[in-house]
């Protein structure tokens, strides 16, 4: 290549490169969850890693309030506080589980 072309070219090349997306690694959240302990599903505070059990997710099928109390580590505090104190979205969805969990045992 003459060093003309490749005076001109370098820079435009460079431009489009910073244009094109590199394909970033999706990152992995940890998820904690912090329902009742229910045998064959979860045990309450149970840590995911990479993705949900099976089981878990045929109860997020079955009983929706499930998927509301697998949450991310970071609102774990907060998440716990509402179900200590019975007071927020976190406890009803836990209230909801817990009659869920009853119903399973009848």
């Known amino acids: 290549m003459s060093e003309l072309k490749k005076t001109i070219t ?5 431009e489009v490169r ?3 997306p590199t394909a970033q690694p999706k990152e992995v959240e940890t998820l904690v969850y912090v329902g009742p302990t229910i045998v064959g599903v979860a045990s309450h505070s149970t840590i995911f890693n ?3 059990p099976d089981n878990l997710k045929a109860a997020i099928d079955k009983e ?5 109390l697998v949450i991310p580590v970071n609102r774990l505090a907060d998440a716990l506080k509402e179900i200590e104190t019975k ?4 406890f009803s969805l836990y ?3 817990a009659d869920y969990k009853l ?3 009848s």
């Open 10 to 14: 370098e820079p435009v090349e460079e």
């Open 95 to 97: 209230e909801k589980v």
């Open 103 to 105: 119903q399973e045992d």
């Open 50 to 52: 990479n993705c949900l």
């Open 18 to 20: 910073a244009l094109i």
């Open 64 to 68: 929706p309030a499930f998927k509301g």
């Open 87 to 90: 007071s927020g979205a976190t």
